[in-house]
Every structure is written in structure tokens, then in C-alpha cells.
């Protein structure tokens, strides 16, 4: 069997790219191959995960080089490796930085609040959250909302998101195949129902 070929190595978009910062002085390497000059000092504030990450002693580059490690460092800047994509380190990145703020898809929420926990980085929870919330109300991603305020404990979107279904089709809500849905216990959507069902019951009751 030939070898697999390994993906290769891409750049970062903008304002993340080598020319963008002469101040960058380490580079995030995602799982998927792209690279991001960034400012330890940006990561550490936002993340105490990556200040702890940062003061781990990176090995000094004329011992990678003698050691044949060339992918230790980067035009001279060390290069950290980080398990998640770059669809996802992007977004992740850019709360961390002042920079516009950016737009996530429904697919995106989980995985964006799940790296905020992971490294623990308020500000990126924050925004994700915060997008929860704003998906809560639109009734064609209010479902999805639901599921991953379900998932994650929160209270008030979870709510929110519960009252904008009444506006979705029943037969929408027990048919829809969301990845979310593998993520919380059947019981998410049982409860879903009969808060429908109580709400449409009372407002029957008052006409």
C-alpha cells in the first residue's frame, strides 16, 4: 500500500499571516496543516491554558536542527502543534485578538464553545454564547440553539430557544437530523415537546 500523502502545510488567513505582524513570536500549527503567527502575550492573556503551555521551555533551534527537527521552528519563531482545525482555531484566535468579531454557523457554536472550555478562555465562551443566544431567536436555527444550550447548561438560551420553536412545525422538530442531537440525551427533546404542547394549550385556553 503506498504511503498516505500528509496534507500540506498552508498559511493562515489575514491578519494572521507572517507579513501581518513583525511582533507574531510563535506560530499555532492546526491539526490540518495551517499555520497562524500570533503574540504569546495576546494567547496568554486570553487563555491561562496557553500561558501555562508557553512556559514550558521550547527546545533551543540549533538543537532541533542538530536533532533534524526543522519543524520546530518557523522563520526563526517556534511552532506549537494544537489538535483542533483550522476552521475552528481561526474563529478561536480572532475573539482572542482585537480584531472583528467572527461569524459563526450553527455548526460551529459547539465546537467554538468547546475550545473556549478546553482552553479555558472566557472571552471566546463568551462569544459563543453570545451567538447562542442570537441563533435562539431565528426560528430556522432555534432548534439547533436549543440543543447546544441543552448540551452546555444554559439556562436562559435554552429557554429562549424553547419558546421560538413554537413557531417551527412539529412535525419539523421530531424529523430533524441535527449532529447536535447525538450530543444530549433523547430526554432534550421530550421536554422540548411538552413545553410546545403547554404553551400552545395556554394560549388555546385564552382565545
Keep these: 500500500m503506498p504511503p498516505r500523502e500528509q496534507p500540506l502545510i498552508r498559511i493562515a488567513e489575514s491578519p494572521f499571516r ?5 511582533t507574531a513570536d510563535i506560530v499555532l500549527q492546526t491539526s490540518d496543516k495551517v499555520r497562524f503567527w500570533l503574540c504569546k502575550a495576546v494567547l496568554a492573556r486570553a487563555s491561562p491554558i496557553f500561558k501555562d503551555m508557553f512556559t514550558v521551555p521550547h527546545p533551543p533551534q540549533a538543537t532541533a536542527a542538530a536533532a533534524n527537527a526543522d519543524d520546530d521552528y518557523v522563520d526563526g519563531k517556534p511552532i506549537v502543534r ?10 478561536f484566535v480572532r475573539c ?11 455548526k460551529l457554536l459547539t465546537a467554538m464553545y468547546e ?7 472566557g ?6 454564547r453570545q451567538e447562542v443566544a442570537r441563533r435562539a431567536l431565528e426560528p430556522e436555527h ?31 422538530i421530531v424529523q430533524a437530523e441535527l449532529p447536535e442531537h447525538r450530543t444530549v440525551p433523547a430526554t432534550a427533546i ?3 415537546l411538552k413545553y410546545r404542547a403547554r404553551c400552545i394549550d395556554t394560549v388555546a385556553k385564552m382565545c
Design 123 to 128: 472571552g471566546v465562551r463568551a462569544y459563543a
Design 142 to 172: 432555534c432548534l439547533r440553539a436549543y440543543l447546544v444550550a441543552y448540551r452546555f447548561g444554559m439556562t436562559e438560551e435554552m429557554k429562549t430557544a424553547a419558546r421560538q420553536t413554537i413557531n417551527v412545525p412539529k412535525q419539523d
Design 96 to 106: 482572542c485578538y482585537p480584531v472583528a468579531r467572527p461569524v459563526l454557523d450553527s
Design 190 to 192: 421530550t421536554r422540548l
Design 82 to 91: 494544537v489538535t483542533g482545525k483550522a476552521a475552528v482555531v481561526d474563529p
Design 18 to 22: 507572517p507579513e501581518d505582524d513583525p
Design 115 to 121: 475550545a473556549g472550555e478546553k482552553y479555558e478562555a
